[in-house]
């Protein structure tokens, strides 16, 4: 199922991070439809001088976000619905009182159900799976 990929701006604390994973899995789960007990979340967070948007270290608080689902589970308006919804999450979270960067991304990556999986089995294996049975 879908693994995310969080890098943030600036350092946060452990209560914070327990706090996105927490909301961006449920994001996945209601408006994607994938299932929250294989849903995986990896933050990174990094410095302010590390990051810099339009040549220049940002100044607030700023995220990217990819999700990795399977091509094709997805209509393009939930994609559209979940990349809001996980951009005003990471918002409120982690600019509370604003300052938050315009140019904070959240990307949805569609693979190909046999270039990806869990538990050492592709995607595709695993729909191939549910068909037979």
């Known amino acids: 199922m879908p693994i995310l990929m969080l890098k943030i701006a600036p350092l946060q604390n452990p209560e914070r991070y327990q706090a996105l994973a927490a909301a961006l899995t449920r994001l996945t789960a209601d408006i994607l439809g994938k299932r ?23 100044q607030g608080a700023t995220a990217l976000l990819e999700i990795g689902i399977t091509a094709g ?19 409120r979270q982690l600019a509370p009182d604003g300052g938050f960067e315009l140019a904070s991304y959240v990307t949805v990556r ?11 089995r592709t995607q595709r294996a695993r729909q191939l799976a549910r068909s037979t049975a």
Request: hydrophobic residues 45%; negative net charge.
């Open 36 to 58: 929250a007990e294989v849903t995986a979340v990896v933050i990174d967070d990094l410095p302010r001088a590390r990051w810099w948007v339009g040549g220049g270290a940002v």
């Open 73 to 91: 589970t997805n209509t393009e308006a939930e994609k559209a619905r979940f990349i809001d919804a996980a951009y005003r999450e990471l918002q």
């Open 110 to 120: 569609e693979l190909p159900a046999t270039d990806w999986g869990y538990g050492g």
